[in-house]
């Protein structure tokens, strides 16, 4: 079992910077994906970036060059560096965990096991 728990959320001005951490818990010592996602009122949930064991990271279009994907496996924190935000990026934006797996990220969402109950993401024209 991973317990993940989201922070770091608000509301910023278009053009602003947020950096989204999420904690993990239990066994964080196995090797999983780990990824961020987002998702609003009417819309399917989307993923944003991800991560896998060895560091190799992958975005989603519409954020690539802006966001930046990092996991501290020494504290066990996953983080998401949001630069340049715009109004479309405001989401509730969730932290989830995939596998065990090493070196490998699912590109199916159903395959992420764990996830963290969310933090709102507002950005304001």
């Known amino acids: 079992q991973v317990r993940l728990v989201e922070s770091g959320g608000g509301s910023v001005q278009a053009g602003g910077s947020l950096r989204l951490s999420c904690g993990a818990s239990?066994?964080?010592?196995?090797?999983?994906?780990m990824g961020w996602f987002r998702q609003t009122p009417g819309k399917e949930r989307e993923e944003v970036a991800s991560?896998?064991?060895?560091?190799?990271?992958t975005y989603a279009d519409s954020v690539k060059g802006r966001f930046t994907i990092s996991n501290d496996k020494a504290t066990n924190t996953l983080s998401l560096q949001m630069t340049g935000l715009k109004p479309e990026d405001t989401a509730m934006y969730y932290c989830?965990?995939?596998?065990?797996?090493?070196?490998?990220?699912?590109?199916?969402?159903?395959?992420?096991?764990?996830w963290g109950q969310g933090t709102q993401v507002t950005v304001s024209p």
């Open positions: 989830a965990a995939a596998g065990p797996f090493r070196n490998y990220c699912p590109s199916q969402m159903d395959r992420f096991t764990y």
């Open positions: 991560v896998d064991s060895s560091g190799a990271a």
């Open positions: 239990g066994h964080t010592r196995t090797s999983y994906c």
